[in-house]
């Protein structure tokens, strides 16, 4: 495989052991595609760059998550940014021990164990400690990083952490993920001559490119004619997801936090480029391409999907609104009155933070947050108000 030209010229050019990673994926993508007699959709080749065991961008050692491309991570999350965030999410988790009965946490994705050790911390500082806190993590790098930030940040409560294989047959209490959805492979779908066709990826002059062909039209996409040219997605990986886990949650909630729409929304006609995204040293392009296993390759959520999927699967819609409202009604801005105003190292990011988080031009109305309940009555005061369960 030739390693893929920068693209934009202005994003930083990797170092040499990283390109040699890079290579090696390729050439493990490569052969995959070969085996495949030329051609695979989309989603396998976002699962391979993403999730090839050793190599792949979630499960090799890249340092993904932080806030400054100068200590090598590529993106920031919510739990990176302020524990106000956890602190905030605790308090929905104490509602949930509360009506569920059970003091239990399954987290999807815990990234580097951050929102893990902030959420047992605030858990017990409100007296509601959480009995045993369940990650369930593709990536074994990312279990080892887990483990080494809950024992340096929360040591006498790393023995109720345990990391799962898989789901496990049933589970009661709060199960939650943010931002997993959008890192689950989507497919690509271009619409062209009045036809769908699917968008996969080939082995083209050494180098991986695009050819579409046709394919089966997803659901979500028969009663739509945009213009030629539209390109979209389609989340059978994140649906599948949310209809995997559904049977497993015998009492209590669901909640997962991520950017995206309604499909009203995602697939309006404007939005004629998708929303496929990487992140490299913090800096955004669309280039799936470029240096396989040293980017994010992600996709926004298309939340009418994920709601159908889990009520299909027999949970209870609890909510659907934007993370701004969600954190404002769970109790956030009365965190940040607790803090020490005169105290500017502590005071400043966290303000920062926080400002972030809510901001409509930032997190605060891209991100949305949907929640699930079963067998528990009442709901979560984080969906207290601005519902927008309507516009799914
Ligand atoms: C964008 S990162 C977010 C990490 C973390 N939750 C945070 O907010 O910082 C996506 C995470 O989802 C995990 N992931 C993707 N698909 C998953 C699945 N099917 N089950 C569990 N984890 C998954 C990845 O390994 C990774 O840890």
Known sequence: ???????????????????EHSRQLSRHIASAIAAAHGWVPFDRYMALALYAPGLGYYSAGAAKFGKLASDGSDFVTAPELTPLFARTLARQAAEVFEASGAAHILEFGAGSGRLAADLLLELE???????????LELSGELRERQRA???AAAPHLVDRVIW???????FSGLMIGNEVLDAMPVRLHVRRDGQWLERGVTVRDGSFAFVDQ????????????????????S??????????VAPVLARGALLLIDYGFPAREYYHPQRAQGTLMCHYRHHAHDDPFYYPGLQDITAHVEFTGIAEAGIEAGLELLGFTSQARFLLNGGLLDLVGTLDATDPLTYLPAVNGVQKLLSEAEMGELFKVIGFAKQIDGTLSGFAGGDRSHTL
């Open 1 to 19: 495989m030739n390693q893929a030209a920068p693209k934009p010229p202005s994003l930083p050019v990797p170092e040499p052991v990283a390109l």
């Open 125 to 135: 500082a409100l007296g509601r400690p959480c009995a045993q806190y369940a990650i």
């Open 149 to 151: 930030t809950l024992s």
């Open 164 to 170: 799962l294989d898989a789901l496990p047959a049933a």
């Open 214 to 233: 046709a394919g089966a039209t997803p659901a979500a996409l028969r009663d739509l004619a945009p213009d030629d040219g539209y390109v979209t997605e």
């Open 235 to 244: 989340h059978e990986a994140a649906q599948a997801f949310v209809r995997s």
